[in-house]
């Protein structure tokens, strides 16, 4: 049957109309394989969970790079997932700002926490290290006890570019300075604060008394760990006595 004796609107279009769509379906297939994947929209439990299913000759991460976010206060799986997710080049900004960005997207940020109320306990623990990405240096932030150490990490304000808030504190009680297993002086009052993404099971550098076979291959090393440490908890919530850190086997 002709199509000038069917309803209009069960005409078949003609070839310049069906030319036309073709087209425009073509442009849009192209345009969505060309847009790059936001940041935000990469989730990290489940590019660690693929990762896990790859085969054993899959190459792991170099491991230099993975010690370089280490460093940086990143646990070792955290930083394993971002140099596979963002590649290896440049390390080690871009792969920070990706971990930035998937705190932010999980849920991690500023206006989130302060919806909920903190605990007024500085839960402070004495001969500890607590690990964690340092938002504000100790040589920048000089306090006078650990409980002034534990209120400047309260009122610290996030800041750009991780905008990550402080919820732990890591502080040098002694006079001449504290000792860490790192470049750097350490002097009285230094004031660590630090991020942790979950500060109720802290990530722990070092813990009460050094070994004898330590202080051996380290003759600087005091008979205990120097530092005061804390977290900052939501009410309601305890601080277990953690777990150890990434960077802990410096401490052997």
């Known amino acids: 049957k002709r199509d000038r004796d069917a309803p209009e609107s069960m005409r078949r279009p003609g070839a310049s109309r ?117 938002v504000t240096w100790g040589s920048a932030n000089i306090q006078a006890t650990p409980e002034a150490c534990c209120e400047s990490c309260r009122a610290y304000e996030p800041k750009a570019p991780d905008f990550f808030p402080c919820n732990v504190w890591v502080f040098c009680p002694k006079e001449g300075g504290c000792f860490a297993p790192a470049a750097g002086e350490f002097g009285k009052g230094q004031c660590w604060l630090k991020y942790q993404e979950d500060p109720t099971n802290p990530h722990v550098n070092a813990f009460g008394a050094y070994s004898a076979a330590y202080r051996a291959t380290h003759p600087a090393a005091p008979d205990k760990v120097d530092w005061v440490a804390g977290a900052l908890v939501n009410e309601g919530e305890t601080v277990s006595n953690g777990t150890w850190s990434s960077r802990s086997h410096w401490r052997r």
């Open 18 to 134: 069906v030319a036309l769509l073709a087209a425009l379906l073509s442009a849009l297939a192209l345009a969505e394989a060309a847009a790059p994947t936001r940041l935000a929209d990469v989730d990290v439990d489940a590019d660690a969970s693929s990762d896990a299913a790859k085969s054993d000759s899959a190459p792991p991460p170099n491991e230099a790079l993975v010690q370089g976010l280490i460093q940086a206060g990143f646990p070792r799986a955290r930083a394993e997932t971002a140099l596979r997710a963002v590649g290896e080049d440049d390390c080690c900004e871009p792969q920070k700002r990706w971990l930035f960005e998937q705190t932010r997207g999980s849920g991690g940020t500023p206006a989130d926490a302060a919806k909920t109320k903190l605990s007024e306990s500085c839960h402070a623990r004495e001969s500890t290290d607590y690990d964690g990405y340092a």
